[in-house]
């Protein structure tokens, strides 16, 4: 069983921010294969078994808030038996241009506390990852400002089209593996027409 977790924040007033932009990748998945994330009992998140990239995956998206992702993500794999190997996580970068993605088979958490958290809570930097590009933040905006808006209108289009091929990068570390997989998306940045 494969574990992939969109990292974000819970409720209605973080939709679609940039820094909710693992959720949407996660819920871009759910679609493909026609499927729902459901809030379970006693569980700090919303999940839903299904196939992705040809192999058994639990998709989860933690309800605990961006700073507390680890325990979600280790409740995850402890109920399904789920090596860190077999564990990939989507969350935003600011460091990265919107429409760049990065994808990693394990490192630091840079300065995104969501990753922090999983890293903390698995205390294991062999963690895959697919960074997705939100940036770059003004100079003279704030980074709680930054990564709790919304994108502009002018940048839906591209959201859309990053959203849909992390969501292939997902799909490809599971097919073809992670070498393959970074070569294929790594250092491709998509123009506003995609």
Same mark, same amino acid.
């Given at each position: 069983?494969?574990?992939? $977790? #969109?990292?974000?924040? *819970? #409720? ?7 820094? =909710?932009? #693992? ?20 569980? *700090? ?16 998206? *933690? ?9 979600? $993500? ?38 995104? =506390? ?21 940036? *770059? ?48 998306? =790594?250092?491709?940045v998509l123009d506003g027409a995609g």
């Amino acid at each position: 069983m494969k574990l992939v $977790v #969109g990292l974000g924040n *819970p #409720g209605a007033e973080y939709q679609h921010t940039r820094h =909710n932009v #693992g959720f949407d990748v996660v819920a871009c998945l759910a679609r493909r294969q026609a499927v729902a994330l459901k809030k379970g009992w006693f569980f *700090p998140g919303q999940r839903v078994e299904t196939v992705c990239g040809g192999e058994a995956t639990q998709l989860l998206l *933690p309800t605990t808030f961006m700073n507390r992702s680890g325990e979600a $993500v280790w409740k995850a794999m402890r109920r399904g038996k789920i090596a860190v190997e077999n564990v990939v996580v989507v969350f935003d970068d600011v460091e990265l241009e919107l429409g760049a993605l990065k994808v990693r088979k394990r490192g630091s958490a840079g300065t995104h =506390n969501g990753m922090r958290s999983v890293i903390d809570w698995l205390q294991s930097e062999e963690v895959a990852r697919v960074r997705v590009g939100v940036g *770059p933040r003004p100079r003279e905006q704030q980074m709680i400002d930054f990564v709790l808006g919304r994108f502009g209108a002018d940048e839906d289009l591209k959201v859309e089209k990053v959203v849909e091929r992390a969501a292939d990068a997902v799909e490809s570390l599971f097919s073809a593996g992670a070498e393959k997989t970074m070569s294929r998306f =790594n250092g491709c940045v998509l123009d506003g027409a995609g």
